[in-house]
């Protein structure tokens, strides 16, 4: 096999291993937090995922500019809000329902990124939008239909909250000679510090329940600090720099698969026929979208906007910042 395409089946292979790990970090987290112990295990998580970053940090730092170092500042107060959003979610809710209900990022992110610039998408994105959306109530009505639940609502939130996380990051970073690494630890530590300040208000402290974990839950906490965060962002990082945006996003995208997969096969959940329904309606959904979306941008690249300026928005931005 040709040296080029070995290297191309690692990328694939590696990128499809990080959408599975994604998508296995609902049932992760679901197994450890309890709603009283939310905010603990999330100073936890980003504690150790701010001191495993910080060697290679330190001197990226100093080089580091004051809008730098205060965009990290802020998306990390934001993906703060997502991580509460989504946390709080996973105690009320099945595994398989937050991995899928967070896979609408993918269409929401573009419809936020349209409002903002005014650039509409095609009508058949919001076919797909809608698609998914339909997906969600099925999803959420199980084995019958009834409201969603409170996990449902808050999981919905953090989806729209990372939309959000998105579409600030690449307003505030695009064609800025900013450091993904720099930002990326700027996150992790500002988020770290806010859910190490809150966690005596919110309940447990971080020292307290640390003491509390037995071993298995310390797996569990370090495979989402090490291997969903950190193993995760160097595979991205990487592989965005040596293959194409498209490719790695298309890859990522099977998130919401794993998830499922991994709630119904380890985590024991049961979709009915309705909730059954509504998983295929997101997975599809949302992928009918994704591709919509990317082939507009790809198909407007060339048309520059009124001020001389590309589109904004990457088309891989719906999955290269996954805030775990």
Not at 14 to 32: F, I, R
Not at 43 to 64: D, E, I, K, S
Not at 246 to 275: C, I, K, M, Q
Not at 304 to 318: L, V, W
């Amino acid at each position: 096999m040709p040296k080029g395409q070995s290297r191309a089946g690692l990328i694939d292979l590696l990128l499809l291993l990080v959408a599975a790990v994604w998508g296995s970090t609902y049932l992760a987290a679901k197994e450890l937090v309890t709603p009283a112990t939310v905010v603990a295990v999330l100073a936890l998580r980003f504690l150790v995922t701010a001191v495993a970053m910080l060697p290679l940090a330190v001197r990226r730092l100093r080089g580091a500019g004051r809008d730098e170092i205060v965009t990290g500042t802020l998306l990390g107060l934001i993906l703060a809000v997502i991580f509460l959003f989504e946390t709080f979610g996973i105690a009320h809710t099945t595994a398989t329902n937050a991995g899928l209900i967070i896979s609408l990022t993918i269409v929401m992110t573009p419809l936020l990124e349209s409002a903002v610039s005014r650039s509409w998408l095609p009508a058949r994105f919001f076919l797909a939008a809608a698609m998914a959306v339909a997906g969600v109530a099925l999803l959420a009505s199980g084995s019958g239909l009834h409201a969603p639940t409170l996990g449902d609502w808050l999981i919905l939130a953090a989806a729209a909250v990372r939309a959000v996380h998105i579409t600030v990051m690449h307003r505030r970073s695009a064609r800025k000679s900013y450091d993904s690494f720099t930002l990326t630890f700027l996150q992790m530590a500002t988020a770290a510090a806010l859910f190490c300040l809150a966690g005596p208000l919110a309940g447990d402290s971080a020292p307290a329940l640390a003491a509390r974990l037995g071993p298995m839950q310390w797996v569990d906490l370090l495979y989402l600090a090490l291997i969903c965060t950190v193993f995760a962002f160097f595979v991205q990082m990487w592989a965005v720099r040596t293959t194409s945006p498209s490719r790695v996003s298309l890859l990522l995208g099977t998130e919401p698969v794993w998830a499922l997969l991994v709630g119904v096969l380890l985590g024991g959940d049961h979709l009915g026929p309705y909730g059954a329904a509504g998983a295929a309606l997101i997975i599809i959904g949302a992928g009918w979208g994704q591709r919509i979306e990317r082939r507009h941008r790809e198909g407007t690249a060339g048309h520059p906007e009124p001020d001389g300026e590309s589109p904004d928005h990457d088309p891989a931005d719906t999955q290269l910042a996954h805030p775990a």
